[in-house]
């Protein structure tokens, strides 16, 4: 199951539709993998320009998020059919778009951060 929660005011962020849409895709995707049958992945947007991906699996402390933005490295829940490009290819998007991903281990949640433009 796949839940959307969301703020009343709707997310604007600057930057290339297709980039962002893969990136939180590749979030999806992977939390999906992770999440126990019968578990939620759960999408929140904001507040502000935040997006974040929670799911059911072990979580990834901040130091493991560092090592798997790493071209080709895998995690261990990973699809054979995956080229181990997956976090990399989202860190570099957010890093083009002038944002930033992290994590959040306690809250089993990866966030993307977009900058804040007034």
């Known amino acids: 199951m796949i839940e959307l929660e969301g703020n009343d005011n709707s997310l604007t962020v600057l930057g290339q539709?297709?980039?962002i849409f893969a990136a939180v895709?590749?979030?999806?995707?992977?939390?999906?993998?992770?999440t126990p049958a019968g578990g939620?992945?759960?999408v929140c947007i904001g507040p502000e320009t935040v997006v974040r991906?929670?799911?059911?699996?072990?979580g990834l402390t901040?130091?493991?998020?560092?090592?798997?933005?790493?071209r080709l490295v895998?995690?261990?829940?990973?699809?054979?059919?995956g080229a181990g490009?997956?976090?990399?290819?989202?860190?570099?998007?957010?890093?083009?778009?002038?944002g930033k991903l992290s994590s959040n281990f306690d809250a089993r949640e990866l966030e993307l951060r977009f900058p804040t433009f007034r």
């Open 85 to 98: 490009l997956g976090l990399a290819i989202v860190d570099r998007i957010m890093t083009a778009h002038g």
């Open 40 to 42: 939620a992945v759960r």
């Open 25 to 34: 895709r590749n979030l999806v995707e992977n939390a999906i993998r992770v």
């Open 62 to 70: 901040p130091g493991r998020l560092q090592e798997l933005t790493q």
């Open 17 to 19: 539709r297709e980039s």
């Open 53 to 58: 991906v929670q799911d059911g699996g072990p």
């Open 74 to 81: 895998r995690a261990d829940h990973s699809s054979n059919e």
